[in-house]
């Protein structure tokens, strides 16, 4: 697919502000500049990710009195109820308010609804199940921001709730809960926003504690890696503490998990838990219920673990499979039709789709055609949606725009879930298309690689990838950085390696240094032995059989204009 490249711009003034105030090298402070860290407390902040500059947790709006009546419960010996979400943030946060709770003596349970019976967030049954079962406390986490009528229903049963959520409110009340922690509700005046659920959780910690204990940083770096919030801020702090954390955890649950994907002992990294914890966390809620992955984290069993961690692995390779299926069916529904492939959001839709994989294949056909998508599954005459997006279009926003046509919706800027009747399918396909075409440009549907600045090849060295090390964790929001270098002189004949892997050498004249790109080797064409490329890349280092060298980790390939 054709990228055209987003060269950011480059403030010489801020750099040698940033790079004299704090010593360090021009390259990273631009880096910052980028990243959007633009003063020197922001800087100082992201390159230390010391814990002790977390904010206040009372700054959040209601923590006091979500402390005061915790305090109430334990003082009462009320018994809690933990409501949570189904997918890694929400399981991650369920483990850790548990673990809070058990730490403070107070009883509590907990209750994750099943994705294909019950859907996402509180319902109206739980305020029966609550009042069965003596609760007098109820506390949601990663939902819950939108559900009014539930609310109601479970104060009616004389029990009190607070609500500790992420997602974006759907207007500007808030439901009647005792307590509502929600940084992105309007009155809120939080200095970090982008907190996920466990991140929230974590907070009431150190609002009841005084502090974070470092042992549940591994929950917390899981919850909010996995989640996709931006690893700036506060998330920074939490995962760039916690991935150690991960890799010694004296959980018995997640180390069992470790030890069945096999990278127990490995150096953790957020690729480990965006591409093999993630998805076998959230396997379980995908293709059963959610209980065996909350299960396995609170376990303390060996033996248990261990059979929790191999269901997950089985649930996993099942969701795998299935997802294969409907990723097949819906690409063909596009490539058979015209009119849905050249529409700026595609919407596809088939009775049946297991729901637990919609939003997976939504990812999946915007990797391929680089469109906002929604995949919706078709049950009794409606429609269970998930919806994944590009930079530029904010989901939650357009579906506020078609609000009179769903039945409810929810979500963020890059991913969401919907519920609709079947017979308002295509008036939801053409309204969020009429909203598209108000709001997005055509540039944007071409999708931008962002890179951080040109440079030339004699600056690069192996000092520089370790300088430039110090911007990790990578992830979202804080992707590796991304260089480019133009005119550059092709010194071998390409080879062509296994998985389509294309390495060569090139120079700009006065320095000469290896480069690869995995699954490029359709640009062999370009790439001729004595011409010239343009290359954008990552800094990687080859040390394969001998002395480390820098190597060149191909973003994109260019013939020079």
């Known amino acids: 697919m054709t990228k055209r490249w987003k060269i950011q711009d480059q403030d010489p003034a801020l750099q040698k502000v940033i790079s004299d105030d704090l010593n360090i090298h021009p390259i990273i402070a631009q880096l910052l500049i980028n990243r959007q860290i633009t003063t020197i407390p922001q800087a100082k902040m992201f390159l230390s990710s010391d814990m002790a500059s977390l904010h206040n947790p009372f700054l959040l709006t209601d923590m006091d009195r979500a402390v005061a009546r915790i ?30 709770l058990n730490h403070l003596g107070i009883q509590s349970i907990n209750y994750i609804p099943h994705r294909m019976e019950e859907g996402y967030g509180l319902n109206q049954e739980v305020a029966e199940f609550a009042r069965s079962q003596g609760i007098h406390l109820l506390i949601t986490v990663d939902c819950g921001i939108n559900a009014f009528a539930p609310i109601e229903a479970i104060n009616a049963a004389g029990i009190d709730v607070i609500v500790i959520d ?17 940084p992105k509700r309007l009155d809120c005046l939080y200095p970090f926003k982008n907190l996920s659920a466990v991140g929230l959780v974590a907070k009431l910690m150190q609002a009841i504690l005084g502090h974070i204990p470092l042992e549940d940083l591994d929950l917390i770096a899981l919850g909010t890696v996995a989640d996709v919030v931006p690893l700036r801020g506060e998330n920074r ?30 150096k953790m990294k957020p690729y480990y838990i965006g591409f093999i914890l993630g998805p076998r966390l959230n396997a379980a809620g995908r293709m059963d219920s959610a209980a065996v992955s909350l299960d396995l984290l609170l376990s ?13 692995e089985a649930h996993n390779q099942s969701r795998q499979r299935m997802q294969s299926e409907v990723v097949e069916e819906a690409l063909n529904m596009i490539e058979a039709d015209e009119v849905l492939k050249a529409q700026d959001i595609i919407v596809v839709h088939k009775q049946g789709w297991h729901k637990g994989v919609l939003g997976i ?47 409810n919706y929810g979500g963020h800027k890059r991913a969401a879930g919907l519920r609709l009747k079947y017979d308002n399918i295509d008036s939801f396909r053409r309204a969020i298309n009429d909203f598209a075409q108000q709001v997005m440009s055509q540039e944007q549907l071409v999708p931008a690689l962002e890179i951080d600045c040109e440079v030339p090849l004699s600056v690069i060295d192996l000092k520089l990838v370790e300088t430039i090390s110090s911007m990790e964790p990578h992830g979202e929001g804080n992707p590796a950085a991304v260089f480019c270098s133009r005119g550059l002189t092709v ?36 790439v001729k032995l004595g011409g010239q490329v343009d290359l954008a890349y990552t800094l990687g280092i080859d040390d394969w059989n001998k002395a480390p060298a820098v190597q060149l980790m191909i973003k994109d390939i260019k013939q020079p204009v």
């Open 71 to 100: 305090d109430r419960a334990r003082s009462d010996s009320e018994k809690v109820l933990i409501y949570g979400d189904y997918d890694v943030d929400g399981v991650t946060s369920s483990a850790l308010l548990r673990r809070l």
């Open 166 to 182: 992420h997602h974006e409110p759907e207007g500007v009340d808030l439901p009647p809960a005792l307590a509502v922690i929600d």
């Open 237 to 266: 702090i939490f995962v760039k503490n916690g991935l150690s954390v991960i890799e010694r955890t004296q959980k018995v649950g997640l180390k069992a998990l470790l030890e069945v994907a096999k990278i127990w002992g490995k």
């Open 300 to 312: 303390e069993n060996a033996e248990d673990a261990h059979a929790l961690a191999c269901s997950l």
């Open 361 to 407: 294949v939504a990812s999946r056909i915007v990797d391929k055609y680089y469109r906002p998508t929604v995949v919706i599954s078709i049950e009794d005459g409606v429609g269970t949606g998930s919806a994944r997006s590009i930079d530029g279009f904010h989901l939650h926003e357009a579906l506020t725009s078609c609000a009179a046509l769903l039945e």
């Open 491 to 526: 010194k071998s004949v390409p080879a062509i390696m296994g998985k389509d892997t294309i390495k060569f050498w090139v120079s700009d004249g006065v320095k000469t240094i290896s480069a690869v790109g995995f699954g490029m080797g359709s640009f062999k064409d370009i």
